[in-house]
């Protein structure tokens, strides 16, 4: 949402978290295709016009049926996209190498989804997996800047250095707020690919070529932000991360 709104301030922009049910990367196909159903619904009823899901579990997982079956029956000309697809491109074009590295939540490791749509770029691409479950909860808990998030790092990462990689993909949206911390274990030379800046970047492009959606989209620069459940960690570390103090709502997704 910050590079988002960074890079398209004068857009009307909802973003809504569910915070009462994250993290997603631990659940089963169903219940993440379940829950973004539900997520989608609602922001649609309250006039989006496209939602991104910044979420790679819900990216790999609910997508492409979200889009092939969900859309065409419930809200035909609205648009969904996701955050996998943009990162991949991005790292098979700035990648020195052959040789890919993923840290993602362990749902996103088990789709394969990384996997699937770095090999449509370029079958030549040798990728590495890591599942980073202990991630998420750390930075939701505040935790980022502290020695745990080093020693924790430093354990998921190890394995992609032996593998002597040449880019990084941050496979996790809340990753990016760990970039510093990543970037001092692998030193410079190993690209990273962080979703927020690529998914504003490509955002930005797509919404160039589809003026039919552009269009419908609001320019008064309102931000509005809904939570599923609501706690004074979120409101202070919500503000801390978008870059400026937010009013959060609480609502309820059924």
């Given at each position: ?30 219940t993440v295709y379940k829950f973004t159903e539900q997520a989608i619904d609602f922001l649609f009823k309250k006039g989006c016009q ?71 770029l370029n079958l030549k691409i040798q990728l590495f997996q890591q599942a980073a479950p202990l991630l998420v909860p750390l930075v ?115």
């Open positions: 949402m910050r590079e988002i709104v960074r890079k398209l301030p004068r857009y009307n922009y909802i973003y809504l978290g569910d915070t009462a049910r994250a993290p997603y990367g631990t659940r089963s196909q169903e496209l939602v991104i899901l910044a979420c790679s579990t819900a990216s790999s997982e609910a997508l492409r049926k979200i889009q092939q079956k969900y859309l065409p029956e419930n809200y035909p000309g609205r648009k969904v996209l996701g955050v996998v697809i943009p990162a991949s491109e991005e790292a098979i074009t700035k990648t020195t190498g052959s040789k890919i590295g993923v840290i993602a939540t362990s749902g996103t490791i088990k789709s394969n989804a990384f996997k699937r749509e770095l090999q449509k939701e808990a505040g935790e980022h800047g502290s020695k745990a998030a080093d020693l924790i790092l430093g354990n998921y990462l190890r394995p992609l250095l032996k593998n002597k990689i040449n880019t990084l993909i941050l496979g996790c949206t809340h990753y990016g707020i760990l970039e510093k911390k990543i970037r001092k274990i692998i030193g410079k030379k190993i690209k990273i690919i962080a979703g927020g800046k690529v998914v504003a970047e490509k955002l930005k492009d797509y919404l160039e070529r589809h003026p039919e959606i552009k269009t419908k989209i609001g320019k008064n620069s309102k931000r509005i932000f809904y939570t599923t459940d609501l706690t004074n960690n979120f409101s202070v570390l919500g503000g801390k991360f978008f870059g400026r103090k937010i009013k959060t709502e609480k609502i309820k997704l059924n």
